[in-house]
């Protein structure tokens, strides 16, 4: 049977942003995804795009893991192909929706005829059809308040489609509709959500990554290779700066006061993400902070570390709770990497006693012992390019 995968755009309601660069992006976006999966046409038309396979077997189970990823999409669903007529009608219905009714206890049918042309009207289409499938399917009832499923049919210009319930898309807006940022990366769980949130809103990623070779490991690096693959699936391809920190970790253990170790290296971290993010071309940077989480994420340390930058840090995840950022991780699937246990360039040199309020004179004035600009120059000419995209494999 011919099936196809209809998608309702989110988001549409936006004032500013215009309907046709959000649709534009979208289209775009669907496009590249899909195509490594099979070959497809693609239309737009009244507020839903079709994607209409034209491959000789199409995945469509692999089709709709990838369309359920796609950012800007409310909700999508596949749907069978019908010719427009009645009796062609119900038979494709009765047949694409058997494994779905025979499961179901109630139904009801939404019927939608945009080829006025068509004998039935929709009152007809609907009595027509839940007719014909009660009396296939005599287990079920009509629910028309809170049905388990919702069998729509479509009279469209050239053929009708049936579908069951719409499936919730991924929400949230294209890739690509934001501008660019980049993503502090660590192996954490943090900081794979807050990429995840802030590609949701359009934004396409790069990200920074600092090891700390050899008291990291290249399977620490792995580990955020695979977390970035996970966060690829929805924000699509991501170019990963890999920077080297031993020397500078080193240089301050060193030369400045062991409690303000952790927030002098943050600061050095956002410096260094700031030039490698405006180099190219990065409108912001983005970090996994929640508030009060650690002893670098209280308030003053936070401020310390914001002052350094010069362009926003989005912190999308500054009011969640640890058990909400978990339920994320878990739905994106990055949880299970995050918790192998593998040093971070951070846990290396923690400090017994870092100290909670720092305050920003005397950091700077710890920090004019470093090299500041030799450190950073060599860092940043140091830095590794890893391309991650989890479609490109
Ligand atoms: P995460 O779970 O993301 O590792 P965390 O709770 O461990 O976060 P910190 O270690 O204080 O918190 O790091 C705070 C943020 O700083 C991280 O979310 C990330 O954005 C950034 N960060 C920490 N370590 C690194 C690193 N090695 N490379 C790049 N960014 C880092
Ligand atoms: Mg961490």
């Given at each position: ?5 209809l ?7 936006l004032?500013g942003?215009?309907r ?6 979208l289209?775009?976006n ?8 099979m070959d497809?046409e ?5 507020s839903?795009?079709?994607?209409d396979p ?7 189970e ?5 369309v ?6 409310a909700g999508?669903s596949?749907a069978a192909v019908a010719e427009?007529?009645m009796q ?7 047949e ?12 009801k049918?939404?019927?939608?005829r945009?080829?006025k042309?068509f ?12 007719g014909?499938?009660l009396k ?8 028309v308040?809170n049905p ?5 049919v479509e009279v469209?210009?050239?053929y009708?489609f ?9 929400g ?30 359009g934004l ?12 990291t490991?290249?399977?620490a ?14 924000s ?5 700066y890999v920077?080297?920190?031993t020397e500078i ?5 060193d ?9 002098i ?10 030039r ?5 071309e990065g409108r ?7 508030l009060?989480?650690?002893a670098?994420?209280t308030?003053?340390a936070i ?10 840090v989005?912190r ?10 978990v339920k ?11 918790i192998?246990?593998?040093e971070?360039?951070c846990?290396?040199f923690?400090p017994k ?11 700077v004035?710890?920090?004019?012992a ?13 830095t ?5 995209d989890?479609?490109?494999k």
């Amino acid at each position: 049977m011919k099936e196809v995968i209809l998608i309702k755009n989110g988001e549409l309601a936006l004032k500013g942003l215009n309907r046709n660069t959000f649709e534009d992006a979208l289209v775009k976006n669907i496009k590249r995804r899909l195509s490594k999966i099979m070959d497809f046409e693609i239309t737009k038309s009244q507020s839903t795009i079709m994607i209409d396979p034209t491959s000789e077997n199409p995945n469509m189970e692999d089709a709709e893991m990838v369309v359920s990823k796609i950012f800007g999409i409310a909700g999508y669903s596949r749907a069978a192909v019908a010719e427009k007529d009645m009796q062609k009608i119900l038979h494709v219905a009765g047949e694409y929706l058997k494994d779905t009714l025979e499961e179901a206890n109630t139904f009801k049918v939404e019927a939608k005829r945009s080829d006025k042309k068509f004998p039935l009207k929709s009152p007809e289409i609907c009595r027509e059809t839940g007719g014909y499938l009660l009396k296939k399917y005599p287990h079920l009832r009509v629910d028309v308040h809170n049905p388990d499923v919702i069998v729509t049919v479509e009279v469209r210009d050239q053929y009708a489609f049936v579908r069951g319930n719409q499936k919730k898309g991924a929400g949230g807006m294209p890739v690509g509709t934001a501008g660019k940022a980049s993503i502090m990366i660590s192996g954490g769980i943090d900081s794979p959500v807050a990429a995840y949130m802030m590609a949701k809103r359009g934004l396409v990623l790069d990200a920074v990554h600092f090891a700390s070779p050899p008291y990291t490991s290249d399977r620490a690096e792995q580990k955020v290779h695979e977390l970035l693959e996970k966060v690829s699936e929805y924000s699509g391809h991501m170019n990963l700066y890999v920077v080297p920190f031993t020397e500078i970790q080193e240089h301050i253990k060193d030369d400045c006061p062991e409690e303000l170790f952790t927030i002098i290296m943050r600061r050095m971290m956002m410096r260094i993400a700031e030039r490698i993010t405006v180099r190219e071309e990065g409108r912001a940077i983005i970090t996994g902070e929640s508030l009060g989480q650690v002893a670098s994420q209280t308030l003053p340390a936070i401020a310390c570390t914001d002052a350094v930058a010069t362009i926003p840090v989005f912190r999308p995840l500054i009011g969640m709770d640890k058990d909400e950022i978990v339920k994320i991780s878990r739905q994106i699937d990055t949880f299970d990497i995050s918790i192998q246990p593998y040093e971070d360039c951070c846990t290396v040199f923690t400090p017994k006693h870092p100290r909670l309020k720092p305050d920003i004179a005397a950091v700077v004035e710890a920090e004019a012992a470093l090299k500041m600009d030799e450190l950073i120059e060599r860092a940043v000419e140091g830095t590794r390019l890893v391309p991650i995209d989890a479609f490109q494999k």
